[in-house]
């Protein structure tokens, strides 16, 4: 079964550093991979998603970015934080024609 | 515009006792709806699934019932445990899926249970 690692777990950042998260996968081949963010009392807002090593699509436009160097490796980054960057990052895979996402474990960010 | 309506908001119940949480949608058309349960800190973790055509799926204790005419969907916990404490998250998948599989989440229902 396929199983997804995300590091760090938490992490706090001040304003107008860089920021890199990494969500990486096993027991699976060529996944579409998902980043959400999940802010306080708000649903899950999908950031960006990939079916493919080097394809990524944006879904709102913001001050982060995505990358997908491996097949199992998704990277969301941003230049310069914002206060407004901060919660709870969850990665997310889906193996073949179904609709089920698997989610990892999530990241912790607190901008300050 | 396809949305995604839960409550209670937040919900206290004493350990042991049942409970039901309730998911309201108006995402059309509609693939399938998902439970989940998040627990502080966590990902989300799938409890049920349910398609348009199934009315009732169950999981141990968590018993999911869909009614695609109302578009209303509950989530019922049998004889709940301090470990039910969490956030459970109603999800439609709309039937235009493919590789976006832009899911449509509910905001989440607060469940804290008590000794």
């Known amino acids: 079964s396929q199983t997804i690692h995300q590091w760090p777990a938490t992490l706090v950042q001040p304003v107008g550093s860089p920021l890199s998260l990494e969500c990486t996968v096993e027991?699976?081949?060529?996944?579409?991979l998902y980043w959400y963010r999940q802010a306080a009392g708000r649903g899950l807002q999908l950031l960006f998603y990939?079916?493919?090593?080097?394809?990524i699509s944006s879904e709102v436009p913001q001050n982060l970015s995505a990358s997908r160097p491996q097949d199992r490796q998704f990277i969301l980054s941003s230049k310069k934080l914002l206060l407004s960057d901060s919660g709870f990052y969850l990665c997310?895979?889906?193996?073949?024609?179904?609709?089920?996402?698997?989610f990892g474990p999530g990241t912790r960010l607190t901008v300050t | 515009k396809n949305q995604v309506e839960q409550s209670p908001q937040s919900l206290i119940i004493l350990e042991g006792k049942n409970c039901t949480l309730q998911c309201n949608y108006t995402v059309s058309p509609f693939s399938n709806l998902r439970w989940y349960k998040q627990d502080t800190g966590r990902g989300p973790v799938s409890l049920t699934i349910m398609t348009f055509s199934e009315n009732t799926k169950s999981n141990g204790r968590y018993t999911a019932t869909l009614d695609a005419d109302t578009k209303q969907s509950s989530l019922h916990i049998t004889a709940s445990q301090l470990s039910d404490s969490a956030s459970y998250i109603c999800v439609v998948t709309p039937n235009y899926g493919g590789a976006t599989n832009k899911l449509i989440f509910g905001t989440g229902t607060l469940l804290a249970v008590q000794p």
């Open positions: 990939s079916v493919g090593i080097g394809q």
């Open positions: 027991g699976t081949s060529n996944p579409n």
């Open positions: 997310a895979l889906k193996q073949g024609a179904g609709h089920e996402q698997y």
